[in-house]
């Protein structure tokens, strides 16, 4: 069973999400149209021991926006990529049943990306891609 925090994150895009591990794919889409509370971001930050600062740096929005959009909704593509977010860190969580193992291997170098750092990566979605490809290489085996 994933720790509390990723189902807390959940619960909060999603509204009634009871005991799933990932909510459907039109309930994402719902979520995002309407806007995730600015919140959200903080929690992220919190459950995966990231720095607000690289948050920003992923979403692409400056300190001063970030600070701004906690106490409001976020817009579409906000939430849309925070979203995608919440969904790499959850597949990490799954290939190394683990958060701490996870979020380790999240802010280190990883050769099969070109030494490049995963969550460096989830300012794009194509980095979003790469690393959701790499953690599926990683979970059969293919390359850590």
């Known amino acids: 069973m994933p720790p509390l925090a990723l189902h807390n994150i959940w619960a909060d895009i999603i509204p009634n999400v009871h005991d799933t591990e990932i909510p459907d ?3 994402l889409v719902r979520a995002a149209r309407e806007g995730l509370p600015g919140a959200t971001l903080w929690k992220v930050a919190e459950a995966y021991q990231i720095p607000k600062g690289d948050i920003y ?22 939430s849309g990529h925070l979203i995608q977010m919440v969904k790499v860190f959850y597949r990490t969580y799954e290939v190394f049943n683990n958060i701490d193992k996870g979020v380790k ?11 490049q750092i995963p969550t460096q990566l989830l300012d794009t979605p194509e980095g979003v891609e790469l690393v959701m490809n790499t953690l599926g290489r990683i979970e059969y085996g293919v390359f850590s």
Not at 57 to 78: A, E, F, W, Y
Not at 105 to 115: I, Y
């Open 57 to 78: 740096d992923i979403l692409n929005i400056s300190p001063k926006t970030g600070q701004r959009v906690v106490s409001k909704k976020l817009n579409k593509d906000l």
């Open 105 to 115: 291997w999240l802010k280190s170098p990883c050769l099969a990306l070109g030494g």
């Open 25 to 27: 794919s039109m309930q």
